[in-house]
């Protein structure tokens, strides 16, 4: 009679007899014999059978902890967002260092000039396109503006294959001759296709790399190190509208215009030789995996959220000039304003991409962009002296600074970083024909007839 134990394979018994004596062994335990039976193929089974599992499981665990480049965000335990990437970027302190500066002098010269329009219109109209309305001289601006944003998506794809310094290299030379061929122009059709076409086209091949570049050296503090980066645009709205102010009246406009271009050649020849990518970035594969992102859905919201900011955030840079001097302001303080909304924007792009690097960029994204346009809709319509102007120019530039500083971080904190530049360039493309639409619909709403306060 067996009696069987949990042990599998085991049986215990009191009849020796029982069994086959080569499948068991005898114990004596006192005056009782027992004898203990392996059934040895239900042990090599049951073993093979262990063996497998623990193979499968090492293999499972293996797979679990494997690190994969991925276009999503990791979640931390405390609920704030990495990026997956940012273990890849190997951190060069000098090659870092150098980019930020290169693209500081590379959006200080195209950005800042670009800032500076409302100079030129304020020009135009009472000099070589006088006989033209201010609705017709304000598509230069207007066509700058869209071909540079809608030149993102090309550029942003090239810059990911071969890096930023053919490009940069390129739009340097699109850039300067643009600014000469302005110098020349006496005709309208001249000034699109210069100031206009090959001005935008310049200011993006030189914009898209240089910023998409300090993206891939920083991951923890990138939105610090592209605020410093975009100061150089604030900077150069500072310094643009009051140079050339001063020199179109000192030796007329096209040497003006030449000397700025000049300028604005040594500083991009220096952005080029000093704007890198990290060295860890692998290049993106051949086919346009960026537009993937097409599909993603925190792309497409933030994407949406920036172009209706778009519908009216880079109005008052081109039209507070003229909406000063129909409010009676002269000419020197018109620009004076200007200028001013451009220092409030060195700080709005500074500071607050600093902050939210510890806060959240998206955190901070929103509110700030809330404000600017608050500020549009409220504070302008009050603003009819020049103290109240002017304290509207800094707000505003502040405010507005902030959207154009931190929504690139934004976009990178959701992008693989060899995608970076498919990615930022796509998302200013989409946000460019709101853009375009409103800059064309805002001329008269911009200047709208209202009671002056003499200054």
């Known amino acids: 009679m067996y009696q069987i134990l949990t042990a599998p394979g085991f049986y215990w018994h009191n009849d020796i007899t029982a069994l086959p004596s080569d499948q068991s062994s005898c114990l004596d335990y006192g005056h009782h014999s027992y004898t203990v039976v392996a059934v040895m193929s239900d042990i090599e089974k049951q073993v093979t059978q262990l063996g497998d599992e623990l193979t499968s499981e090492s293999q499972r ?3 679990s902890t494997a690190t994969y480049p991925s276009s999503a965000p990791v979640e931390s335990i405390d609920g704030h967002t990495e990026e997956s990437s940012s273990s890849e970027i190997t951190h060069d302190s000098t090659k870092a260092y150098l980019t930020i500066f290169g693209a500081f002098l590379a959006l200080f010269c195209t950005f800042g000039q670009m800032n500076a329009f409302g100079t030129f219109q304020a020009w135009y109209t009472t000099h070589q396109l006088n006989t033209l309305d201010a609705s017709t001289i304000s598509w230069i601006g207007s066509l700058q503006l869209w071909v540079f944003f809608f030149s993102g998506g090309p550029i942003g794809y090239i810059f990911d294959k071969y890096g930023p310094r053919m490009l940069m290299t390129v739009g340097t030379i699109c850039y300067v001759l643009s600014i000469m061929m302005t110098s020349i122009s006496t005709q309208y059709y001249q000034y699109i296709l210069s100031q206009g076409v090959l001005f935008g086209l310049g200011v993006g091949l030189l914009f898209y790399p240089s910023l998409s570049s300090v993206s891939t050296h920083f991951a923890t503090y990138r939105a610090t190190a592209t605020g410093l980066a975009v100061a150089g645009s604030g900077l150069g709205g500072v310094v643009f509208p009051i140079m050339l102010q001063n020199l179109f009246e000192r030796v007329g406009f096209g040497w ?30 051949a086919q346009l995996a960026g537009l993937k992102c097409l599909k993603e859905p925190r792309y497409m919201l933030l994407a949406a959220g920036g172009s209706l900011v778009a519908l009216g955030c880079f109005v008052p840079y081109f039209y507070v000039v003229d909406y000063a001097q129909s409010l009676g302001i002269t000419s020197h303080m018109a620009f004076v304003v200007l ?23 998206f955190n901070l994204l929103a509110p700030t962009s809330f404000l600017a346009g608050l500020l549009i809709l409220i504070s302008w319509m009050f603003a009819r002296t020049l103290s109240t102007l002017i304290v509207f120019s800094i707000l505003y530039g502040f405010f507005s600074g902030a959207f154009i500083s931190v929504i690139t971080p934004c976009v990178a904190q959701i992008s693989d970083i060899r ?7 796509l998302m200013y493309s989409i946000i460019s024909f709101p853009a375009l639409i409103e800059l064309l619909s805002s001329r008269d709403r911009a200047t709208a007839s209202c009671t002056p306060d003499k200054v």
């Open 61 to 63: 665990i293996r797979d």
């Open 419 to 425: 995608e970076i530049g498919m990615r930022i360039g």
């Open 339 to 361: 200028a001013l909304m451009n220092a409030g924007g060195v700080f709005g792009r500074v500071a607050p991409a600093i902050l939210s690097d510890s806060i959240g960029r």
């Open 256 to 285: 003006a215009t030449r000397i700025s271009g000049l300028l604005c050649g040594v500083l991009c020849g220096i952005a080029v030789l000093t704007v890198t990518t990290s060295t860890s970035t692998k290049k993106a594969p």
